[in-house]
């Protein structure tokens, strides 16, 4: 769960999701107004879970199924991960870059 590094009240997905919808990843905590960014930790899980839908797209193509079942597996996967991708952000009271 995502707790503001200032105040520690927990963030709801919808807070959450704010995070996500700024380019740099950032949003002012709606409880204390701090500002919040998502943790490196958060990035790297985020960019293992885009795999999954790279996966889910590809690995289809090496089976017979029906056409109709490739667009149905990717589309459930993108929505999958783009929710996890919320659901497992942590946050963290300055930007953090990889090294
Ligand atoms: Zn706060």
């Known amino acids: 769960m995502a707790h503001c590094t200032k105040c520690q009240t927990e963030w ?3 807070d959450k999701q704010r995070t996500v ?3 740099d990843g950032s949003a ?3 409880y204390c107004g701090e500002k ?3 943790s490196l930790k958060t990035k790297r899980q985020g960019s293992m879970l885009s795999m999954i839908i790279i996966l889910a797209i590809f690995i ?3 089976f017979d199924i ?3 079942v490739h667009i149905l597996i990717g589309a459930a996967s ?3 991960v783009l929710i996890l991708q919320v659901a497992i952000i942590q946050l ?5 870059f990889p090294e």
């Open 12 to 14: 709801t997905f919808k």
């Open 21 to 23: 919808k700024n380019l």
């Open 28 to 30: 002012k905590c709606p």
């Open 36 to 38: 919040q960014y998502i």
């Open 60 to 62: 289809p193509v090496f």
């Open 66 to 68: 029906p056409l109709m």
């Open 78 to 80: 993108i929505i999958a």
């Open 92 to 96: 963290s009271g300055k930007e953090e």
